[in-house]
């Protein structure tokens, strides 16, 4: 049973296809994670959460499940992850699952039968609506582009609803079956001895009424997320099966995917404890700066740079409003977005900034959450061509940028930038032909030169890795646990903020936004605990560009 209470979590996010290959096809696996979770523990962290690993057509990478009891063949067995759950607890780590609630695969055997039979017990279990004016029910627009609505092969009028591809169809969380089996399969896997789940994409299971149409000029499709994103009656489905995962487990641990949460629904999806996320994932920490997004082109395939005032602003936010409520997940990147070195830093100072970065973002209060690779200073990379980004809409963006005289190269780069299918790349583990991550060419892979891989960076002790370690050692003292969050009223060039139990037992951290020498009177906070390219003296703290300082009184 684990001991661990959600405030003293530090997660690792592993996307399982690019962090270890162990038998030489070219996609990392289960026994690769087994056989790794030593480098983890020395890391310091604590929980690992797992991108999906069931049985999946991987038309979106595992979230399209086929089969939420058995393992995906390329990843592994049963046997396999089995071993990897017990050899993770030895070593005191625990393991999250992503629990995909929302849709299936299309070639979940449900949606096979409600497709085939409209008399089939499983056809309420999906979303269905007659056509209007000889098109689809409505203008709502997918996620993945597109419409919501695919037509159903049994009647030409009528259709299915699909968030994200039409490979995924949502599930009808109205219907009591749906709830029963959800609940079944999280106990599946909790028997199987997982401590918690990552709940993806939950604050879309309640729909509005499929009649209303979203007020738009265009004829397109429209994205219609007051309809279908965190509707009141997310709560009540949501409250409800959680309150049960706690029956059966009392210490889960449940991280909720709420994208387009604000501060007041991350209130609402974390209280009261018994039946609520530990913590909410939201994107709204990332203010975007899209001043170099050209408007006659579409967005996905453009890089949009951190808007640091407004990060700001939307940080402080998280930290005062949850204080005595719950603990924000405190991350810079994941598998659905750029690498944040790519969104912020000048690849020159790529390693001053993952260090300050890091020391920015996880000594804050909540919970820290690192995306493999992250820990390296890894940036997104480059992908080689417009079909690796599997992607038709940046097939659509690079045709576009095309016609406007954009070269091909500018096109992958930008895009690259851009595009969360750059951040999915494999770990480095050595300097060998494929980085210590397989021995044959992976799934995906880049030409662009990788980070110095784990090998090299443990032997250097200015490394990010080994400055990784020391910010994760630091994250598990009290003061960065308990304290109260502070932040100072500066220039936004700089983040100061005190983490506070009392007078006596406080910590300051200084971290240099800018590319600029910048300096900070400290006062009393002479100690320094961990400094990157900084130093103290006369009261004054002194820290070079994107340098960082932690210290004490
Ligand atoms: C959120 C996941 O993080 C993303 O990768 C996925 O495409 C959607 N949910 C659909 O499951």
């Not at 609630?101 to 299309?106: A, E, Q």
Request: proline share 5%.
């Amino acid at each position: 049973m684990s001991t661990l209470s959600a405030k003293e979590r530090i997660i690792y996010q592993i996307y399982p296809k690019s962090f270890k290959d162990s038998n030489g096809d070219g996609i990392g696996d289960l026994k690769g994670i087994t056989a790794k979770l030593k480098y983890l523990k020395q890391l310091g962290i604590n929980t690992i959460w797992l991108n999906p690993i069931y049985v999946s057509p991987q038309i979106d990478n595992g979230y399209d499940v086929a089969d939420y009891y058995q393992i995906d063949e390329k990843l592994g067995t049963m046997a396999d992850f089995d071993e990897l759950v017990a050899k993770a607890h030895a070593l005191g780590l625990d393991i999250i699952l992503d629990f995909v609630m929302n849709h299936t695969s299309d070639q979940h055997p449900w949606f096979q039968a409600a497709l085939k039979d409209k008399d089939s017990e499983f056809r309420n279990c999906y979303l269905w609506h007659q056509g209007k004016n000889g098109g689809p029910p409505n203008n709502w627009g997918s996620f993945f582009g597109g419409s919501v609505w695919q037509k159903d092969p049994l009647d030409s009028n009528n259709y299915y609803f699909h968030l994200f591809a039409k490979e995924m169809p949502d599930l009808n969380w109205a219907e009591p079956k749906v709830q029963v089996e959800m609940l079944k399969i999280a106990k599946f896997w909790l028997e199987h001895g997982v401590d918690g789940f990552r709940l993806d994409a939950f604050i879309h299971i309640a729909k509005a009424d499929f009649e209303q149409d979203m007020l738009a000029k265009s004829a397109e499709p429209q994205i219609a997320e007051m309809f279908y994103a965190n509707l009141p009656q997310v709560q009540v489905y949501l409250k409800e099966f959680i309150a049960q995962l706690h029956q059966i487990k009392p210490d889960i641990f449940i991280l909720g995917e709420a994208a387009s949460a604000d501060i007041d629904l991350a209130v609402d999806y974390t209280t009261p404890k018994k039946e609520s996320c530990d913590t909410v994932v939201t994107f709204r920490y990332f203010a975007e700066d899209k001043s170099q997004v050209e408007s006659d082109l579409p967005q996905i395939g453009q890089p949009v740079k951190l808007d640091i005032l407004g990060f700001r602003s939307n940080m402080l936010e998280w930290q005062k409003r949850l204080e005595g409520v719950s603990y924000p997940t405190l991350y810079w990147s994941n598998h659905d977005m750029p690498r944040i070195l790519s969104r912020f830093a000048p690849k020159k100072e790529s390693k001053a900034c993952a260090k300050m970065l890091a020391t920015l973002m996880y000594l804050q209060r909540g919970i820290a959450c690192i995306y493999y690779g992250e820990e390296l200073g890894m940036r997104s990379q480059t992908l080689g061509t417009v079909a690796d980004f599997e992607d038709p809409q940046i097939v659509d963006f690079a045709k576009q940028a095309k016609q406007k005289g954009w070269r091909d190269g500018e096109i992958l780069r930008k895009a690259s930038q851009a595009h969360k299918m750059a951040a999915r790349l494999p770990l480095p583990f050595d300097t060998t032909a494929y980085a210590g991550f397989s021995n044959v060419q992976p799934w995906k892979w880049s030409k662009e030169k990788n980070v110095a891989s784990i090998a090299e960076q443990m032997s250097d002790p200015d490394s990010v890795l080994n400055f990784y370690r020391q910010i994760l050692q630091l994250k598990q003292k009290p003061v960065f646990i308990e304290g109260r969050f502070i932040l100072e009223n500066t220039s936004s060039e700089l983040y100061v903020y005190r983490r506070v139990i009392d007078e006596h037992k406080q910590v300051l951290v200084i971290c240099n936004l800018s590319e600029h020498e910048k300096s900070y009177p400290c006062g009393a906070f002479t100690k320094v605990l961990l400094s990157q390219n900084a130093k103290v003296s006369a009261a004054q703290a002194k820290l070079a560009p994107y340098g960082s300082l932690i210290l004490q009184k």
